[in-house]
């Protein structure tokens, strides 16, 4: 009995200690998940105005507005092309924005005459209309909704602006999102996928890994459960290499390079899931890839754009 009573007073004198640990890990575990789900934004590194002061040339880019599939709003830079003519997306990475890849997108509508659409990931840019990212798994959907709007595109005889084939480039996060479109609407025939994560879940630990600095196997396995919790069930952790294997024939370019990190390893560990290998060309030595092309000198800039530009020249028409 003595015992007892004093196991019992032990643990009376230490529930207090266990409930602040309980509640300091909870809350620890909420600030990683608020965190992660909502990247870090800053200003836009150019915008088409911005662009046209330095260039000097008059860009007809606007801003436009739509509604993804669940409702909520979306926004982009839409650069029109030749009426008839194919059009092309423009996909950021996690922790970027549209205007990442703005430069990019002025140079392919003036070497093929594509219209161009730049849009922001959900939870991205500026004051973003949806905060919250959910690492590819509504942004596929996006996409999809990204699509819709070109096709209701007007041109100036009121009929389509764009034909009803359409590409889509594409870095890491964008580059999931791109996958998972893809595999759902046929009329993807061209994708340049650079960076491109095995999963929603490597994303995640990215994300993770970025923000507190740990890359510990158990916290980042507790911070997934956590986000599975966070999105009510509705987490989906599908596999790159699935959504290739389901993927309808398109063309695709598959790009990595040392500045890649793990993001290397599975781009290259995604090329033999595509079908048919014959539509499938892999660049994954590149001293420059797309996950950091902001930071290019011009004459990197140029040597990462070519091979881009000449891809979806020859392949969509």
């Not at 260039?55 to 007809?60: D, E, N, R």
Request: proline share 5%.
């Amino acid at each position: 009995m003595p015992r007892r009573r004093f196991g019992k007073k032990l643990f009376k004198s230490f529930l207090p200690i266990l409930l602040v640990l309980v509640l300091a890990c909870v809350i620890a575990l909420v600030s990683i998940v608020h965190g992660i789900t909502r990247p870090p934004r800053q200003p836009y590194l150019v915008t088409p105005q911005s662009f046209s002061q330095i260039s000097g040339s008059a860009l007809k880019v606007t801003d436009e507005n739509w509604r993804n599939r669940d409702g909520t709003a979306a926004r982009g830079w839409l650069l029109r092309g030749t009426e008839g003519a194919p059009a092309l997306i423009l996909l950021h990475r996690y922790g970027g924005d549209r205007s990442w890849l703005f430069n990019l997108g002025i140079k392919l509508n003036e070497a093929t005459g594509f219209t161009i659409l730049w849009p922001d990931l959900r939870g991205h840019g500026l004051n973003p209309p949806v905060t919250v990212s959910t690492f590819g798994m509504k942004e596929g959907d996006d996409v999809l909704a990204a699509l819709d709007f070109l096709r209701g595109l007007k041109g100036s005889n009121r009929e389509h602006l764009t034909a009803d084939v359409f590409g889509v480039y594409a870095v890491e996060l964008g580059a999931y999102a791109a996958m998972r479109a893809a595999v759902q609407d046929s009329t993807v025939r061209v994708l340049v996928l650079d960076s491109l994560p095995r999963s929603s879940d490597e994303l995640l630990n990215a994300g993770v890994s970025h923000q507190i600095g740990v890359t510990n196997n158990i916290v980042l396995s507790v911070a997934r459960f956590a986000t599975r919790i966070y999105f009510l069930g509705r987490y989906q952790n599908g596999s790159s290499c699935q959504m290739a294997n389901e993927l309808k024939n398109p063309q695709v370019l598959l790009l990595a390079g040392a500045d890649d990190d793990y993001l290397r390893d599975s781009t290259a560990a995604v090329q033999p899931c595509f079908p048919n290998k014959a539509n499938v060309e892999a660049k994954l030595d590149l001293p420059l890839t797309g996950y950091n092309l902001p930071s290019a000198t011009g004459e990197q800039g140029e040597g990462y754009d070519r091979p881009v530009i000449d891809f979806f020249a020859k392949n969509l028409r």
